[in-house]
Nanobody
Framework: QVQLVESGGGLVQPGGSLRLSCVGSGRLFSIYTMAWYRQAPGKERELVAAIAHVGSTNYADSVKGRFTISRDNAKNTVYLQMNSLKPEDTAVYYC?????????WGKGTLVTVSS
């Protein structure tokens, strides 16, 4: 069973930055697409960004130009650099690893953007 552990959330002022990290426990981390999702209060969970095993990326329109997803396969870690944060970015952010018949989620880390 793969475990995904997110960290890096917290309270930040509008316009600020945070970097989220997600560490996976599986030996085959490098072959999976990794993704960040978020869920705001009262809303459905949505895809924020994803990065394929070859490094190609895609982003939700709402975060393009502000967020950057990256990965370090040697550390079994995927990152989400979040800049120019807005109050509407407030949510619990989840890491997901899926593919090859498997689908794993972390427990999430809370990001609050408020003055």
């Amino acid at each position: 069973q793969v475990q995904l552990v997110e960290s890096g959330g917290g309270l930040v002022q509008p316009g600020g930055s945070l970097r989220l990290s997600c560490v996976g426990s599986g030996r085959l981390f490098s072959i999976y697409t990794m993704a960040w999702y978020r869920q705001a209060p009262g809303k459905e969970r949505e895809l924020v960004a994803a990065i394929a095993h070859v490094g190609s990326t895609n982003y939700a329109d709402s975060v393009k130009g502000r967020f950057t997803i990256s990965r370090d396969n040697a550390k079994n870690t995927v990152y989400l650099q979040m800049n120019s944060l807005k109050p509407e970015d407030t949510a619990v952010y989840y890491c997901r690893q899926n593919g090859y018949g498997n689908d794993y989620w972390g427990k999430g880390t809370l990001v609050t953007v408020s003055s």
